[in-house]
């Protein structure tokens, strides 16, 4: 009897939650599995704040460069660095070299 009872109980525990807790609780848990299948440095790519592209075509020259300094600064810092990690910081670099103090527009 003991048995039964302890079984009666468990099914009426998956009841006791209402609906929306039940499914709040199944999407976090749900989310926490996705996250925690992700490699490392997809774990680092998620903490970018990138949201506008921008698309160019430029000389195979430029491609080769932009992905020899890449390669060059990702051996240097110790981890991956991105063309366009590369791009922000020589933009940053550009701005300071003609003192330019224009406005964000995005």
């Known amino acids: 009897m003991s048995d039964e ?9 998956m009841f006791a939650t209402l609906p929306a807790e039940r499914s709040a609780l199944r999407k ?18 998620q903490q970018a704040k990138r949201t506008s592209q921008i698309n160019f ?13 890449k390669g060059y600064l ?8 991105s063309v366009a990690d ?11 070299r003609h003192d330019y103090k224009g406005t964000r527009t995005a």
Do not use: Y
């Not at 299948?37 to 997809?42: K, R």
């Not at 990702?74 to 660095?81: I, T, Y």
């Not at 590369?86 to 300071?96: C, F, G, N, Y």
């Open 5 to 13: 009872s302890n079984s009666v109980d468990r099914f009426m525990e």
């Open 86 to 96: 590369v791009l922000e910081e020589a933009l940053v670099l550009l701005k300071r």
């Open 74 to 81: 990702a051996e240097q810092r110790g981890h991956p660095v």
């Open 57 to 69: 075509r430029c000389s195979p020259e430029f491609f080769a460069d932009a992905h020899h300094i």
């Open 28 to 45: 976090q848990r749900a989310k926490a599995e996705r996250r925690s299948q992700l490699t490392a440095a997809q774990r680092q790519r």
